[in-house]
């Protein structure tokens, strides 16, 4: 089964900034899109970074230029580094990975990224 495991999250001091891995197991890593979301408490869950299986990126607007999605299919890996870093940036960063056969959509546990003023 597929399966998602992010790392990388924590505190950090705003201005700073925070690199997100995101390992993939049970697939073909090369085949799929990957994609970060995010939640604060009490809001929705939403888009921050896309990379397709051909490497094409798209980003969330309200974060444009502060953000860096990259993949390593060898290492089954997608990578969200996060720079300038402010307090809104808080909240649980989820990886996705979407299943472009199948239309389906699997998730990880999610990592807390904690940003102070």
């Known amino acids: 089964q597929v399966q998602l495991a992010e790392s990388g999250g924590g505190l950090v001091q705003a201005g700073g900034s925070l690199g997100l891995s995101c390992a993939a197991s049970?697939?073909?890593?090369?085949?799929?899109?990957m994609a970060w979301y995010r939640q604060a408490p009490g809001k929705q869950r939403e888009f921050v970074a896309r990379i397709t299986n051909t490497g094409l990126t798209t980003y969330a607007g309200s974060l444009k230029g502060r953000l860096t999605i990259s993949r390593d299919n060898a290492k089954n890996t997608v990578y969200l580094q996060m720079n300038s870093l402010n307090p809104e940036d808080t909240g649980r960063y989820y990886c996705n990975l979407f299943d472009v056969l199948y239309t389906r959509d699997y998730w990880g546990q999610g990592t807390q990224v904690t940003v102070s003023s």
């Open positions: 049970g697939t073909i890593f090369s085949r799929h899109h």
